[in-house]
């Protein structure tokens, strides 16, 4: 399995979750960034308490929530935002036995974070609401969350924001992850929670149990897959890039492509993707921590909202026949979801 790095705060990271999802929570909050970093509100805006709003559902998740006013949801990713308060809500979920939810719960404690904790119950379920607040580069990022388990089911709500000095913006928060409703016997629709599709992609299923993450796998198994399996998932990045059809795009997209860590050596150059998808592309060998070189295929793909990464991986001696299912899945994706008016 792959070590992947997380710098938590930072305007990207290489958030590429081959290993499993139990870092699911650290990349939500990685890859989607803080929207605080980048919708910081003028000097001249007051604070000001902002009440609760109407339930919003977030799609494929059987999740809804009363969040502040001005809410809406994320154009992707599960979960939704309020660009006044510099504040996203997301959802993340783990399905398996015992180890994995006592994994799952653990990524959400970080040491040195200053992490208070209480016991609450919700839909008449036990769960656990925690806060803290996360180093980054642009200083501290205020945390919360909120953690269930159903049967064979862990739910996690994760939301990060710019806190204000009073302490209102958190109380908020708080209040509104404790009007959680989840209904867990809800088939889980991982693209329609991500706000991406893809095309039929032969050999591959989406895996229904990861959320966060748009994941393909044979059958359909939990991903990852037994090493060497043909794998691929797309995840939703926190850069930006206004277009990919010049050299300067290019070049943009490239560097971008590199900082993922998906292909460890490249075949050449990242190669420009035009109609119908716009981005840049390369392939090459991805090395794993255990020592296994996979053929790795890796795509940024400028969407409306912003890029997303794509990337598929397989045995080396596979390559022939599954280089061209990845080219195709990556020409085949959409966003699925309406801006919020």
């Known amino acids: 399995m792959t070590s992947v790095p997380v710098f938590r705060g930072a305007p990207f990271v290489s958030c590429l979750p081959f290993l499993s999802f139990l ?7 990685a890859c989607s960034g803080a929207r605080g970093d980048r919708h910081a509100p003028s000097a001249e805006v007051e604070e000001r ?3 609760l709003g109407p339930r919003i559902a977030v799609p494929g998740t059987g999740v809804s929530l009363e969040a502040p006013v001005g ?5 992707i990713g599960p979960g939704v935002g309020v660009d006044d308060l510099g504040l996203t809500i997301m959802v993340a979920l783990a399905i398996g036995p015992e180890p994995v939810h006592e994994a799952f719960r653990q990524s959400l404690f970080t040491e040195g974070t200053g992490a208070r904790r209480r016991e609450l119950t919700i839909q008449d379920q036990p769960a656990t609401l925690g806060r803290d607040a996360l180093p980054g580069p642009g200083g501290a990022v205020a945390r919360a969350w909120l953690v269930t388990r159903r049967g064979d089911r862990t739910l996690a709500v994760l939301a990060t924001y710019r806190d204000s000095s009073n302490g209102e913006t958190e109380e908020l928060v708080l209040r509104s992850l404790e009007t959680l409703s989840w209904d867990e016997t809800r088939r889980l629709s991982p693209d329609r929670a991500i706000g991406i599709g893809l095309g039929d992609v032969e050999g591959l299923e989406m895996d229904r149990g990861t959320l966060g993450t748009l994941a393909l796998t044979p059958g359909g ?14 995840l939703p990045l926190a850069d930006s890039i206004e277009h990919a059809a010049s050299a300067e795009g290019l070049a943009a997209c490239a560097a971008l492509l590199a900082r993922t860590g998906a292909v460890s050596e490249a075949n050449g150059d990242a190669q420009m993707l035009d109609a119908p998808s716009r981005g840049c592309a390369h392939d090459g060998l991805h090395r794993s921590r255990t020592g296994a070189e996979l053929y790795a295929y890796a795509a940024i793909l400028v969407l409306e909202p912003g890029p997303v990464l794509l990337t598929g991986m397989v045995r080396p001696d596979l390559r022939e026949q599954w280089a061209p299912r990845f080219q195709l899945a990556a020409a085949s994706l959409k966003h699925l979801r309406q801006p919020s008016p």
């Open 23 to 29: 870092p699911l929570l650290a990349l939500l909050v």
């Open 49 to 51: 308490p902002t009440p």
């Open 71 to 75: 809410a809406a949801l994320l154009p």
């Open 221 to 234: 198994v939990p991903f990852p897959p037994l090493e060497g399996e043909p794998m691929m998932f797309v």
